[in-house]
């Protein structure tokens, strides 16, 4: 059993930066493929970027170039670096970890999942 616990969301202007961080319980988090999610106001849960156990990377066309995700398995977590930030990345941001160390970008593939934290983007 894996447990995720996400921060760093909050409220900035557009064209700042944030940085959120997932920290994982649970042991054999280095085998773990792990991935961010959001979900806006009214819309439906989508894919933001993911990270195999070997750091492969993955994003979205919206947000690449623009987020980066990373991990340290020495401290467990796992982190989304958001610059140039826009009104539409408004969201709930969504940890979750993948038993099979893959990196996915569909959410059904995830077997944990954080409760969230929640990034608001003012224009």
């Known amino acids: 059993q894996v447990q995720l616990v996400e921060s760093g969301g909050g409220l900035v202007q557009a064209g700042d930066s944030l940085r959120l961080s997932c920290a994982a319980s649970g042991r054999a988090f280095s085998n773990y493929g792990m991935g961010w999610f959001r979900r806006a106001p009214g819309k439906e849960r989508e894919f933001v970027a993911a990270?195999?156990?070997?750091?492969?990377?993955y994003y979205a066309s919206s947000v690449k170039g623009r987020f980066t995700i990373s991990r340290e398995n020495a401290k467990t977590s796992v982190y989304l670096q958001m610059n140039s930030l826009k009104p539409e990345d408004t969201a709930d941001f969504y940890c979750a970890a993948d038993r099979t160390g893959n990196y996915y970008a569909t959410d059904w593939r995830y077997d944990y999942w954080g409760q969230g934290t929640q990034v608001t983007v003012s224009s």
């Open positions: 990270i195999s156990k070997s750091g492969l990377t």
